[in-house]
């Protein structure tokens, strides 16, 4: 109540509410209670920015719980302190098993009395083992952790000053000079040296005259294939043509019947015209597709 998070009666109001859990979902409560409020009042109109407020309303409320989850349930103590003090052992027996063992029978140098590759690796590994100590609990009270509290000043100060000093405020709106259709973008000088042009690898392509490439026109039957008869013809066209020859054969081995139709002429002679041999074969067409042929054969009686 001394910062001046909550006055004298919200506080009797938290007081008030009995609960064995913890009450810090009731100042959200009383945020929503506000919002209908607001809504009742016709500061609200549109239900759908009702919705909208209570669903930021919301997902501050999920941000807390995450932020208080992870200071509730921290790393299990055991874990870090097998892993702190296993390197620290590692390190110490190190420093008695890399040590240089001088021989008579070798050079004494002096560079192996300093082991490189163990000092090295004990400066990282103890580095980064402090970063880990330090970020176990990054709310705690050394220098090196989170600041918690200027984070929540600075959001509280912006939020109100928002609110309050700087809503539904703008300046005058004037026509600026991009507006002018003839005013181009500017930029620096010294970008001018090196534009950057938005255009293809090849557009700065210069071909020579002795290599340009000669273009003629193709026929369109050309392009697709030949399809004459001196083409090889497919098992399954062979197949097709067989299979109407062998229906021609039996067509013309049938008996054919004759219809004979009598016109009597203006001059009173009869005309008998008869109709035979009506076959329609059907033959594919490499160019074409099926052709459909009818054969005709007229008989015409000779006059008496």
Request: with cysteine.
């Amino acid at each position: 109540m001394e910062a001046g998070f909550i006055f004298e009666n919200e506080l009797h109001e938290l007081e008030q509410t009995e609960t064995g859990y913890n009450k810090y979902w009731v100042p959200i409560n009383w945020c929503n209670s506000i919002v209908w409020r607001m809504q009742d009042q016709k500061y609200i109109e549109a239900p759908v920015s009702t919705n909208n407020v209570l669903n930021n309303i919301r997902d501050f409320r999920t941000q807390l719980e995450n932020l208080c989850k992870f200071d509730w349930v921290p790393i299990p103590i055991a874990y870090p302190q097998i892993v702190f003090l296993a390197v620290r052992i590692h390190f110490f027996f190190t420093l008695f098993t890399r040590q240089y063992i001088p021989t008579e029978a070798e050079e004494f140098l002096w560079y192996r009395c300093i082991p490189l590759i163990p000092a090295t690796s004990f400066f990282l590994y103890l580095g980064w083992m402090k970063v880990a100590e330090a970020l176990l609990n990054p709310f705690g009270e050394d220098d090196d952790d989170f600041e918690g509290n200027w984070v929540i000043d600075k959001n509280i100060k912006t939020g109100m000053q928002i609110v309050d000093q700087s809503h539904a405020e703008c300046p005058i709106l004037n026509i600026d000079q991009f507006s002018d259709p003839k005013f181009g973008p500017m930029y620096p000088d010294i970008l001018l040296e090196h534009p950057h042009v938005l255009q293809g690898s090849a557009a700065d392509v210069v071909i020579p005259e002795s290599e340009k490439t000669k273009m003629v026109h193709v026929d369109s039957k050309a392009s697709v294939g030949s399809t004459s008869e001196n083409d090889p013809i497919s098992i399954r066209r062979r197949f097709r043509r067989l299979s109407s020859r062998l229906k021609l054969g039996r067509s013309e081995s049938q008996p054919h019947t004759k219809t004979q139709q009598s016109v009597k002429s203006p001059g009173g002679e009869s005309t008998h015209s008869a109709f035979s041999n009506l076959q329609f074969v059907t033959e594919e067409n490499e160019d074409q597709g099926l052709d459909l042929r009818i054969d005709m054969e007229d008989e015409s009686p000779k006059k008496p």
